[in-house]
């Protein structure tokens, strides 16, 4: 098979960057309603699921899976989104794309473990909440005293970026589950996967 | 959506090349996750988060200088006049409020303006410039022309459900979604295909150079205000490490 990524190839990474990207923002809309705040990393790879199952049936060949997570990577950053979010938007769909090639794109115990791995690039977007903030807080002590700043710290603790972690991978695992079923019940009759 | 729609749309009234924009659009990210507040940092700071501001209002973007001029506004005073006076959970409420928005709006006020204003083959012109890959470049081109595509099909969906008597809102979540979406999905690739086939048969993919109708370049407001972000960035670079 010729592994070279041709045209087609080019218009389907487009076409389902777009329908992801749309998904996940839709979903991530909700997160201004300040309750479901927290569910956000779990609730949009679980939505976006059934677009990247629907992806993975046209995808066979290697960097598909990457070229799309640096396009979601751009996107974000050409709207303004921490910079932060490129090395996780490239480094974590290379990833995904690696353990998706193992199973061929079409095994469905690497498809769930990529599409975990795959979804961890919208750590990017949180980081610098939790990290790269000791000289933010520094001149924060300076300018508006210990209290505010001790105030800011207190709910952004490391650990709760580690559970942010853990709250994707479920939401991309239980979203491969129910993509799939989804697949199985329209696309497949349809003759489209 | 609205800032993706209107990126078809010629209204530049301050024309400035892509590159610049994006250049802005990063040192503006930049400075302002990585913070500081007190001295020459919060004067930069300050200067790049002002930038959005001049650039809507000569666009003529009043709406959404107003409304970014009100919430940073809002959370500067937040931050200087109600914090000493408020305890518990107000006192938390606002330092979420003025402490972690006022980092993250500028930026998003920055990208707004500039998919606002750039159109999507300004945009490729300067990809192309810059050196991106072609396997970066047609799918960016093939999923900015989508957006509005996928907010059609979507409108449509919305219609056709209102005719048969289904609404969204009452009623199981995940069957609204599978009833949306899968619509949606199945709609869109099929518009999909036939814009892969409509596009090889205009030569996408095949060898040989294509040319951009859109003529980007840099003018004198370009590297002024490229000289301005690069120094200021430059400055807030060397005040963080002294």
Same mark, same amino acid.
């Given at each position: 098979?010729?592994?070279?990524?041709?045209?087609?190839?080019?218009?389907?990474?487009?076409?389902?960057?777009?329908?992801?990207?749309? +998904?996940?923002?839709?979903?991530?809309?909700?997160?201004?309603?300040?309750?479901?705040?927290?569910?956000?990393?779990?609730?949009?790879?679980?939505?976006?699921?059934?677009?990247?199952? +629907?992806?993975?049936?046209?995808?066979?060949?290697?960097?598909?899976?990457?070229?799309?997570?640096?396009?979601?990577?751009?996107?974000?950053?050409?709207?303004?989104?921490?910079?932060?979010?490129?090395?996780?938007?490239?480094?974590?769909?290379?990833?995904?794309?690696?353990?998706?090639?193992?199973?061929?794109?079409?095994?469905?115990?690497?498809?769930?473990?990529?599409?975990?791995?795959?979804?961890?690039?919208?750590?990017?977007?949180?980081?610098?909440?939790?990290?790269?903030?000791?000289?933010?807080?520094?001149?924060?002590?300076?300018?508006?005293?210990?209290?505010?700043?001790?105030?800011?710290?207190?709910?952004?603790?490391?650990?709760?970026?580690?559970?942010?972690?853990?709250?994707?991978?479920?939401?991309?695992?239980?979203?491969?589950?129910?993509?799939?079923?989804?697949?199985?019940?329209?696309?497949?009759?349809?003759?489209?996967? | 959506?609205?800032?993706?729609?209107?990126?078809?749309?010629?209204?530049?009234?301050?024309?400035?090349?892509?590159?610049?924009?994006?250049?802005?659009?990063?040192?503006?990210?930049?400075?302002?996750?990585?913070?500081?507040?007190?001295?020459?940092?919060?004067?930069?700071?300050?200067?790049?988060?002002?930038?959005?501001?001049?650039?809507?209002?000569?666009?003529?973007?009043?709406?959404?200088?107003?409304?970014?001029?009100?919430?940073? $506004?809002?959370?500067?005073?937040?931050?200087?006049?109600?914090?000493?006076?408020?305890?518990?959970?107000?006192?938390?409420?606002?330092?979420?409020?003025?402490?972690?928005?006022?980092?993250?709006? %500028?930026?998003?006020?920055?990208?707004?303006?500039?998919?606002?204003?750039?159109?999507?083959?300004?945009?490729?012109?300067?990809?192309?410039?810059?050196?991106?890959?072609?396997?970066?470049?047609?799918?960016?081109?093939?999923?900015?022309?989508?957006?509005?595509?996928?907010?059609?099909?979507?409108?449509?969906?919305?219609?056709?459900?209102?005719?048969?008597?289904?609404?969204?809102?009452?009623?199981?979540?995940?069957?609204?979604?599978?009833?949306?979406?899968?619509?949606?999905?199945?709609?869109?690739?099929?518009?999909?295909?036939?814009?892969?086939?409509?596009?090889?048969?205009?030569?996408?993919?095949? %060898?040989?150079?294509?040319?951009?109708?859109?003529?980007? $370049?840099?003018?004198?407001?370009?590297?002024?205000?490229?000289?301005?972000?690069?120094?200021?960035?430059?400055?807030?670079?060397? $005040?963080?490490?002294?």
């Amino acid at each position: 098979m010729d592994n070279r990524l041709s045209a087609k190839d080019f218009i389907n990474i487009g076409i389902f960057t777009a329908l992801y990207f749309l +998904l996940f923002f839709v979903t991530g809309m909700i997160g201004y309603v300040p309750v479901f705040m927290l569910l956000i990393p779990a609730l949009c790879p679980f939505v976006a699921a059934v677009a990247f199952m +629907l992806y993975l049936t046209r995808v066979n060949k290697f960097g598909m899976v990457t070229i799309m997570g640096t396009l979601l990577g751009l996107l974000m950053m050409l709207t303004g989104h921490p910079w932060t979010i490129i090395p996780f938007a490239i480094g974590f769909p290379l990833l995904a794309d690696l353990v998706l090639k193992a199973g061929n794109y079409r095994n469905w115990t690497s498809i769930r473990l990529g599409y975990i791995l795959f979804s961890q690039w919208l750590m990017g977007l949180v980081f610098p909440l939790f990290f790269m903030r000791d000289s933010y807080f520094a001149s924060l002590r300076d300018g508006y005293g210990d209290t505010y700043a001790d105030t800011l710290l207190s709910i952004t603790p490391p650990w709760v970026f580690y559970l942010m972690f853990i709250l994707v991978a479920v939401g991309a695992l239980a979203g491969a589950y129910f993509g799939k079923a989804l697949l199985k019940k329209h696309f497949q009759r349809a003759g489209m996967a | 959506m609205e800032l993706i729609t209107s990126a078809n749309r010629d209204l530049s009234a301050f024309p400035l090349d892509p590159r610049t924009k994006i250049l802005l659009l990063l040192c503006a990210n930049v400075v302002i996750i990585g913070g500081g507040f007190s001295g020459t940092a919060g004067i930069i700071r300050a200067l790049f988060a002002s930038f959005p501001l001049f650039l809507l209002l000569l666009e003529r973007k009043w709406r959404a200088a107003a409304f970014y001029t009100l919430f940073i $506004g809002t959370a500067m005073a937040c931050e200087i006049l109600l914090l000493q006076r408020t305890a518990g959970i107000w006192n938390l409420l606002i330092v979420i409020f003025s402490g972690i928005f006022s980092r993250f709006v %500028p930026g998003l006020v920055m990208g707004f303006y500039v998919v606002s204003t750039t159109k999507i083959s300004e945009f490729i012109a300067a990809m192309e410039r810059l050196r991106f890959p072609p396997a970066l470049i047609i799918p960016f081109a093939v999923m900015m022309r989508f957006f509005p595509t996928v907010k059609e099909e979507s409108a449509a969906i919305g219609d056709a459900m209102k005719m048969r008597g289904i609404r969204m809102g009452g009623g199981n979540a995940i069957a609204m979604l599978e009833y949306r979406v899968v619509p949606l999905l199945i709609s869109t690739v099929k518009i999909g295909e036939e814009l892969s086939a409509a596009a090889l048969t205009r030569g996408l993919g095949g %060898p040989g150079k294509r040319t951009n109708i859109c003529e980007i $370049g840099f003018r004198l407001r370009d590297w002024t205000l490229c000289a301005i972000a690069v120094s200021a960035l430059l400055i807030w670079m060397m $005040g963080g490490t002294a």
